[in-house]
């Protein structure tokens, strides 16, 4: 059975004080659900979020992570000093963070590698910009990020991955692929993975779709069959909104 799944990318955004103020009504208004939740607050929040979080459901996720593990990387981090504040997940190859700084496949790969050697789970995210969609060249694309920076991974790492499918043209820009779009690509990826592994794999593994969910289409996305939860980025800022999201799944 896949893991049902929301988390919430709060990207560069919340101090230390609106941190725990926000996690403070995720806690009070968190409903029982059987999907897993988490949020990924930014670095210098990491220790406080687990601190608070301790004895909640609520996962705390790391919004990125050096490839190597120390040295003379001025303002990176390292996986052992994110496991050491207690959090054992990362989310790797965001659109954001190859658009502004240059992360390509290949740097991603070593990333992951990197994740899975300190057992830490991964949320890897990829998809097509807005002039693949309409080239067509949308599912070449997807089929190649998956590709180069995964398909190296011995099966057996894959219970480390969640996948994290994000129309690019679709982030932040108020668009959201329909509902139908979102399912297409989402049984693409899985069929992909079931001709590069098996379909027992394919079928274990959880695949998110990101890009403008939000409360209110977010029940009609989830329940597609290949769309198993959402990771979420400026409704996740609102306790309101992210609470009304997990209710949807």
């Given at each position: 059975?896949?893991?049902?799944?929301?988390?919430?990318?709060?990207?560069?955004?919340?101090?230390?004080?609106e941190t725990q103020a926000l996690i403070s009504d995720l806690?009070?208004?968190?409903?029982?659900?059987?999907?897993?939740?988490?949020?990924?607050?930014?670095?210098?929040?990491?220790?406080?979020?687990?601190?608070?979080?301790?004895?909640?459901?609520?996962?705390?996720?790391?919004?990125?992570?050096?490839?190597?593990?120390?040295?003379?990387?001025?303002?990176?981090?390292?996986?052992?000093?994110?496991?050491?504040?207690?959090?054992?997940?990362?989310?790797?190859?965001?659109?954001?963070?190859?658009?502004?700084?240059?992360?390509?496949?290949?740097?991603?790969?070593?990333?992951?590698?990197?994740?899975?050697?300190?057992?830490?789970?991964?949320?890897?995210?990829?998809?097509?910009?807005?002039?693949?969609?309409?080239?067509?060249?949308?599912?070449?694309?997807?089929?190649?990020?998956?590709?180069?920076?995964?398909?190296?991974?011995?099966?057996?790492?894959?219970?480390?991955?969640?996948?994290?499918?994000?129309?690019?043209?679709?982030?932040?820009?108020?668009?959201?692929?329909?509902?139908?779009?979102?399912?297409?690509?989402?049984?693409?990826?899985?069929?992909t993975i079931a001709e590069n592994y098996n379909q027992d794999?394919?079928?274990?593994?959880?695949?998110?779709?990101?890009?403008?969910?939000?409360?209110?289409?977010?029940?009609?996305?989830?329940?597609?069959?290949?769309?198993?939860?959402?990771?979420?980025?400026?409704?996740?800022?609102?306790?309101?909104?992210?609470?009304?999201?997990?209710?949807?799944?």
């Open positions: 059975m896949r893991k049902k799944i929301v988390a919430g990318n709060w990207k560069m955004n919340k101090d230390l004080a806690k009070k208004s968190l409903p029982a659900t059987d999907a897993e939740v988490k949020i990924a607050p930014t670095f210098t929040s990491l220790y406080a979020a687990f601190q608070a979080l301790k004895d909640s459901p609520i996962e705390v996720v790391a919004q990125n992570m050096h490839q190597e593990a120390n040295g003379a990387y001025t303002g990176e981090i390292s996986a052992s000093m994110i496991k050491s504040v207690g959090v054992n997940s990362v989310i790797l190859g965001h659109s954001e963070r190859r658009a502004y700084f240059g992360e390509d496949d290949a740097l991603l790969a070593k990333k992951v590698d990197t994740a899975i050697e300190n057992e830490m789970e991964v949320i890897f995210c990829f998809g097509e910009e807005l002039d693949d969609r309409k080239s067509g060249n949308h599912f070449k694309l997807v089929e190649s990020q998956l590709k180069n920076a995964l398909f190296h991974l011995k099966a057996d790492a894959w219970k480390n991955i969640i996948l994290a499918y994000e129309p690019v043209w679709a982030i932040g820009t108020g668009e959201t692929a329909s509902p139908e779009q979102a399912q297409e690509m989402h049984e693409f990826i899985r069929k794999l394919a079928d274990s593994i959880s695949i998110l779709y990101g890009g403008s969910v939000k409360p209110a289409n977010a029940e009609e996305i989830f329940s597609k069959p290949d769309v198993d939860g959402g990771l979420i980025g400026g409704a996740s800022l609102k306790a309101e909104d992210f609470i009304g999201i997990v209710k949807a799944i």
